[in-house]
């Protein structure tokens, strides 16, 4: 946990992206605004000192899963078809959903429950943080998991290609 | 421990609804598949507070893990909607109406 005013700027930062991701009217301004949002949060995982996490947020996320919007979203051309009238704000039962859900999450917080375990030091957090020890992790206890995540990904990519296949009639 | 975990768990409280509402009014299909990785981002951030606070570096596979998931999904989602898209050429979710009855 580092400096108070690091989370708060970053904080800030990241729900102010968060909402240009959801008012932007062009989908690649939208994408743009979750990349920042993105490169936050990464910032917020190196204050926790979660390194492998924030670093694998940005190779992975940031740089990869936008990279595919991005992409999907040129190939798409949406500048050629008719502009959308895209937020629907006519529904109140939406928004009386999420303000219920925010509230609830936010009482949740509020209540300071204790956690049974006391929060742990600065440099144990960055030792378990670190690339050292969730490495070892992940091949010896998770090891399995790893597999099966390997299989999830092959089946993705299989399905992604089939999906968006052209059909040859 | 200057900023306590709490203020990390409101952050992704308020962070998933955002995603909520971006999935509940946009109607561009791709933003809405936008909105699902934020919520997925908030969820990993919970994950890795409650990870790092308690010296337990299992959260932090599971946010590994979850990753990896939201790839794959991000992926094949993409895909759908460029199958749609084909056919026809258009990625507004109110038009995509071959279910309704």
């Known amino acids: 946990m580092a400096a108070p005013s690091m989370f708060f700027l970053l904080a800030t930062v990241a729900v102010a992206a968060a909402l240009g991701m959801l008012i932007a009217r062009n989908p ?6 979750l990349v920042l949002n993105l490169f936050c949060i990464a910032g917020l995982y190196l204050t926790l000192n ?4 924030g670093v694998i947020q940005i190779l992975v996320y940031a740089g990869a899963i936008m990279v595919l919007f991005l992409f999907v979203i040129m190939l798409l051309n949406l500048s050629a ?7 629907e704000w006519s529904s109140i039962g939406g928004f009386v959903v999420g303000i219920v859900l925010l509230s609830q999450l936010l009482y949740v917080v509020a209540l300071q429950f204790e956690l049974g375990v006391d929060p742990v030091a600065a440099e144990t957090a960055a030792e378990v943080g670190s690339a050292a020890t969730l490495g070892e992790i992940l091949f010896t206890r998770y090891a399995l998991h790893l597999q099966v995540a390997g299989i999830l990904l092959l089946a993705a990519t299989v399905g992604a290609v089939l999906l968006a296949q052209r059909r040859f009639e | 421990m200057d900023v306590s975990p709490n203020w990390y768990l409101a952050l992704s409280a308020v962070l998933f609804t955002i995603g909520t509402f971006g999935v509940l009014f946009r109607r561009n299909a791709i933003v809405v598949l936008m909105s699902v990785e934020l919520m997925l981002n908030a969820v990993n951030l919970t994950l890795v507070t409650f990870s790092q606070s308690m010296g337990d570096p299992s959260g932090q596979m599971l946010v590994f893990f979850s990753i990896a998931v939201a790839a794959a999904e ?3 989602g993409l895909a ?6 084909r056919s026809k050429v258009t990625v507004d979710i109110t038009e995509i109406t071959l279910f309704k009855h």
Do not use: R
């Open chain 2, 80 to 85: 759908i909607v460029i199958a749609i898209f």
């Open chain 2, 74 to 76: 991000a992926a094949v």
């Open chain 1, 50 to 53: 979660a390194s492998f996490i």
């Open chain 1, 81 to 87: 078809l008719p502009e959308l009238e895209d937020i």
């Open chain 1, 28 to 33: 690649v301004a939208s994408a743009l605004w």
